[in-house]
C-alpha cells in the first residue's frame, strides 16, 4: 500500500461542538491540553446523541479548519457554535466520518450557512440507505443524507472510499479502514440497502481523520469507530509510515451490553499503542470510559462539550 506522508503542523486544536455529554462545572483544565469552555450561564450550550468537531492545524503562519461530523439534530451544532462564538463560514471543508443519523444532522445547516460552495467528503455508502434489523425487535429504519439536497444547498459532494488529504497535506482522511483485529466486529443487525437488496451492512463508510504533529506523533480523530478503533489507530499507523501515536479522540463505539466483551481486548491493545492522550467520546459510553480511566490514569481525559484539546 502506497504511504501518504503528512505534512507534520506545528499545532492541532479540536474543539468538541456536539457530543453526548456537558458538564459546566468542568470548566478548569485538568491537563496541558484541555482548554475548557469557561461557565456563563448565559451561553449555555446542548449535549445530544451524536458528535461534531472542529479541527483547525496551523502550520508556520497558516491555519486550515475543518469539520468533522454535523451532529444529531439540525439545531444544536449551530446552535452551540453560535454561543461559544465560533463561525464555521472559513470552514475549508466538512468530512463525513460515515453516513449515520447521528452525524448528519445538521449538513444542510452548515453547507447552505457557508454561503459558497463547500467540499464534502464522504464514502459513497454514506448516502445508500440502512436500517436495523434485529431479531426479535423488528426493523428500525434509519435517517440518511441526501447527497441531492446537499448539493442543492451548496456542498461539492466528494466521493472517496481510498485514503486523501486535506489542509495542504496536514490532514489525511482514511478511508475504508483495513479489519484486522478479532474482536472489532462492527454493528449487530446492521443492514445496507444496495442494488436494491438489503444486505449486511459492514459500514466500510466508516473513517477517520489523522493529523502528526511536530516533535510528537499522529493525532487520529474518529466519529464512532465502526471499523474498531485498534483497527483504526493501526491503519493510521500504516497508511502514514508514523509508528507513534500522540494521541486518541472521538467516538468509540462501545456502549451497551452487546460490547462488553469487546471493551476489555480494546482497552489491552490501547496500552499497547499507549498515546500520550486518550479522549473517548460520543458512543463510547459511561462504563467504558471510566474503564479507559483507570487503566490509563493519567492519559485518559473525560471529555465535556465545548472543550478545545490542543496538541
Known sequence: MTEHKLKPADRVEITVLVDNYTDVLMN???????????????????????????????????????????????????????????SLAGIEAVVLSHGHYDHTGALDCVVSGAGRQIPLIAHPDAFLPRRRNVPGKGIFNQRFPDAVALKRAGADIRMRSG???????????????????????????????????????????????????????????????????INTVEYAKKITGTDHVHAVLGGFHLSGKVYEQVVPPTIEAMTQINPQYIVPMHCTGWSTINRFMTAMTGKCILNTLGTTYVF
Open 28 to 86: 478548569t483544565s485538568s491537563t496541558p491540553v484541555d482548554r475548557r469552555l469557561p461557565y456563563n450561564p448565559d451561553r449555555h450550550i446542548l449535549a445530544e446523541h451524536g458528535l461534531s468537531c472542529l479541527v483547525k492545524v496551523f502550520s508556520r503562519k497558516k491555519e486550515h479548519a475543518i469539520l468533522l461530523d454535523a451532529g444529531l439534530s439540525a439545531e444544536c451544532l449551530p446552535r452551540n457554535a453560535c454561543q461559544m462564538r465560533i
Open 163 to 229: 485514503p486523501s488529504t486535506l489542509a495542504a497535506g496536514h490532514l489525511l482522511v482514511t478511508g475504508e479502514v483495513e479489519r484486522k483485529t478479532s474482536f472489532e466486529k462492527g454493528v449487530t443487525g446492521a443492514e445496507i440497502e444496495r442494488d436494491g437488496k438489503w444486505v449486511a451492512d459492514l459500514l466500510r463508510d466508516d473513517q477517520a481523520l489523522v493529523m502528526s504533529v511536530k516533535d510528537k506523533g499522529l493525532v487520529v480523530l474518529s466519529g464512532c469507530a465502526h471499523a474498531g478503533i
